[in-house]
């Protein structure tokens, strides 16, 4: 059963928690150990869990994908429904309980989070618009949930949760443009096969632009120049959809350019 727990993609997204908590250290000066640990245990959970009801709404679909297949153990027939299910409920419930005791000032919007999870997967992924809004929300909670632990003022939550969500709808954009094919054989309606791809793909360059606007804000916040230093790396994402170089090393080139840009900002 860890095998659906999908840890690869829980690695993937936890360091927008990590890095917001590094920010608010370096940034800020704040930092509280305990309350650290456990929110990274929170998202630890709420990102398991995502994955483990995800793969339980989407076995179907995935069991006719040889990609998804191998990430998907209910659809390799590995564990059955009711196991994953009863997986995805004890993370549920664990992460409900640690909140409760240890963060209960974030209980309400770890709630949001766990139920915007399974409504993604049982019905927002298939609703055009909806969609982008609930992987936005799935992707900007990440940052919203230590930026309350770490009580940040509220320009500089708004401006890092702006940043976060258009980042998310870059990414989901991206993802169903490169999917409209397999998403309409499969009567997936999501954003780009409601609109089309000529839309999807206008929305995609719009939402890399309101992410440059984003880093602008969040320079303008904290009133430091660092923070443009990301600005190649909005540019590199917006031209990994039409170049076939950029899309195939762009993990690889996101990982360095992220890795020297902390780097520079720390000596700078």
């Known amino acids: ?12 997204w936890l360091p927008i928690t990590v890095l917001t908590f590094f920010f608010a250290y370096y940034f800020l000066g704040v930092f509280d150990g305990y309350k650290i640990i456990y929110s990274i245990l929170l998202v630890v959970l709420y990102l398991a869990y995502a994955m483990c009801i995800n793969n339980y709404f989407d076995w179907k679909n995935d069991a006719r994908n040889p990609v998804k297949i191998k990430k998907n153990p209910i659809s390799s027939g590995r564990i059955t429904r009711s196991e994953a299910l009863l997986e995805s409920l004890i993370l549920l419930l ?16 770890y709630g949001l989070m766990m139920a915007n999870a399974f409504l993604y997967s049982y019905r927002f992924k298939s609703m055009p618009v909806i969609d982008l809004l609930s992987h936005g929300i799935f992707i900007t909670t990440l ?10 003022s509220a320009p500089l939550l708004v401006a890092g949760t702006l940043l976060a969500f258009f ?3 870059v990414g989901q954009l991206e993802n169903e443009i490169n999917d409209y094919p397999a998403d309409r054989k499969a009567h997936v309606n999501s954003t780009a096969v409601f609109f089309g791809t000529k839309i999807a793909r206008a929305a995609y360059y719009a939402s890399n632009a309101l992410c440059l606007l984003s880093l602008a804000a969040l320079f303008y916040v904290l009133d430091d120049f660092r923070f443009l230093i990301f ?15 950029v899309r195939k090393y762009f993990e690889k080139m996101f990982l360095l350019y992220v890795t020297l840009a902390l780097i520079a900002i720390i000596v700078l």
Do not use: Q, W, Y
């Open 143 to 152: 940052f919203v949930l230590p930026a309350l632990v770490e009580n940040f």
């Open 1 to 12: 059963m860890l095998k659906n727990l999908r840890l690869t993609d829980v690695a993937g």
């Open 167 to 169: 980042v998310s709808t």
């Open 231 to 245: 600005i190649p790396l909005v540019l590199l994402s917006a031209a990994r959809l039409d170049s076939h170089f």
């Open 94 to 109: 664990g992460g409900v309980l640690i909140a409760s005791v240890f963060l209960p000032a974030v209980l309400p919007l």
